[in-house]
């Protein structure tokens, strides 16, 4: 990895930054509409406005990234300082200055990149506007003409004087020292070394000690898996949730549960660290007691239900024909309802088992066609109950992408599922595809009444569902297209929609191609 260059005359730029008096200051609606405008403009992943001290990059304004800040070791953006124009990296991974870089390589994984810096009134480079996304993508002269404008509008917005923020007085001081103390998470500031300089009294009862025993003790004492500040740095980077889930240890050697939300605290003389610490032990035993239900679900419900289902379908088919009318219809909604109860089910099972994180991915390359023809076949009994016929259109047999092909195969029968739902008898649902660069976009096209305006805002929200009777069907369970939502997202994947009321419905994901060089 190349370091980034130190930047000309960096003790007057540095002067230049503080001046601006916008360094850990809070959000600002200002520069936040800026990067909102940004990240609409160009679809990127991440939009940043930063500023650079003589160790850090702080951001202003961040779309798509929880990190605060990041060392400036670390930073792409640094690159930058030095360089008038748009900076541009279209494939992070072939250009040699940034294959093995932190942020490239592990992280966040960036892959695009595309930056411009911005200038104080002074003529000193004090930040800078960056896009930074997943996948290697091309960006023009006209789309640098539109980062530059941008810039110049956040030139505009960081040029207006701010005066230095006050001191507390000490009426403050002994405010916030009063709610710090009453708070019910636990507080506790450390040094570089992780020796505790103060923790408040939640924090001293939730570990059992006595009042003020803590001060001068490790960190690692309570808390022996914590992470130094600069590996939290680097993980936050890479847009992971800021706090993480470890094990606590009370004086009285009890182990338990507890999440740990770290943030350092940059003082003008030298460096601090806060961890809020909140107790989750029972939300573990709450969970326990959760997963232990949908067990007794699975087993007590399902398995009769399974037999239930059994009795009926032979019922059907044996002596469906010799039965009165009257019976053959109360015997057919039995078993509708019952296959309606068993989807439930099913669905609600495989719901806690994504909320649980207990759904495993296996990303590795998935033939299409195969996934698509037997998406096809497990929804042939249904479409073929409906009327509905659905057709797969000119799929290529060597097009591979990279998923797990159980969970691209339920989303797409999710999908699939409410196409044939929502066309009448005769109708047909189309399956194509379309290469776009490196994804591939898979398309579930329907000839039904399309989403109604009013439902769009909640469309892959959970049990909602669309207030459309369509001959008389039943409605589903409202889960597949918040689970479908789930594991396509947590293949790094894409989830979305086309439709006008009336005229149909095209519902599409894209995964990620595995061979897109080909």
């Avoid at 530059?148 to 505009?156: G, K």
């Avoid at 019922?315 to 109360?330: I, Y």
Wanted: hydrophobic share 45%.
């Amino acid at each position: 990895m190349n370091p980034p260059p130190s930047t000309a005359s960096d003790s007057e730029r540095l002067r230049a930054v503080k001046a601006l008096n916008l360094l850990d200051t809070q959000p600002e609606e200002r520069f936040d509409r800026i990067t909102r405008t940004a990240k609409r403009l160009f679809g990127t992943r991440i939009v940043l406005i930063s500023l650079f001290d003589e160790s850090r990059q702080w951001f202003k304004s961040r779309q798509g990234l929880m990190a605060a800040e990041i060392p400036r070791a670390l930073s792409l953006c640094s690159h930058v300082l030095d360089f008038d124009g748009v900076f541009v990296v279209e494939d992070a991974l072939a250009d040699p200055r940034f294959a093995r870089h932190p942020l490239v390589t592990s992280g966040m994984r960036a892959r695009f990149y595309a930056g411009r810096r911005i200038l104080s009134d002074s003529g000193h480079a004090v930040a800078t506007l960056c896009l930074i996304d997943m996948a290697p993508r091309s960006f023009s002269v006209e789309d640098q003409a539109q980062l530059n404008d941008l810039a110049a509008w956040a030139a505009r917005e960081i040029n207006v004087s701010a005066p230095a923020a006050p001191s507390l007085p000490g009426e403050d001081h002994v405010r916030l020292a009063t709610v710090l103390e009453n708070i019910t998470e636990g507080v506790v500031v450390t040094d570089l070394r992780g020796v505790i300089e103060s923790a408040n009294g939640a924090m001293q009862r939730m570990f059992g000690f006595a009042e003020h025993s803590l001060v001068g003790c490790n960190i690692r004492t309570l808390i022996p898996h914590d992470t130094q500040a600069n590996e939290l740095a680097v993980r936050n980077a890479g847009d992971l949730p800021s706090f993480v889930e470890t094990t606590g240890i009370r004086q009285s050697g009890g182990e338990f549960a507890i999440k740990v939300a770290f943030s350092p605290l940059r003082l003008p003389t030298r460096q601090l660290y806060a961890r809020v610490v909140h107790d989750i032990s029972h939300d573990k035993s709450a969970q326990w007691a959760k997963s232990e239900f949908f067990a007794m679900v699975g087993h007590e419900l399902r398995t009769p239900l399974t037999s239930i289902l059994g009795a009926l379908g032979m019922l059907r088919h044996e002596f469906g024909d010799a039965l009165p009318a009257d019976v053959q219809s109360l015997l057919g909604m039995a078993y509708d309802n019952g296959l309606r109860l068993n989807d439930l089910i099913k669905n609600i099972l495989d719901i806690e088992k994504l909320d649980a994180g207990r759904r495993t991915y296996t990303i590795a390359p998935c033939n299409v066609a195969a996934t698509l023809k037997r998406m096809q076949a497990m929804n042939a009994a249904n479409a073929q109950r409906l009327g509905v016929t659905i057709r797969l259109a000119g799929i290529p047999n060597d097009l591979t992408v990279m998923a797990d092909a159980e969970a691209l195969m339920q989303s797409l029968s999710h999908l699939m599922s409410n196409a044939c739902k929502y066309s009448s008898a005769g109708e047909s649902v189309e399956v194509q595809v379309e290469i776009r660069d490196e994804w591939l976009r898979i398309l579930i096209i329907d000839h039904g009444p399309g989403v109604p305006e009013e439902f769009h805002a909640r469309i892959f929200q959970r049990f909602a569902q669309a207030n459309i009777v369509r001959d008389n069907r039943q409605s589903g369970t409202g889960l597949g297209l918040n689970m479908s939502k789930m594991m396509v997202e947590a293949m790094h994947g894409r989830i979305g929609y086309e439709s006008r009321f009336g005229q149909g419905a095209t519902f599409f994901i894209e995964v990620l191609r595995a061979n897109p060089a080909n």
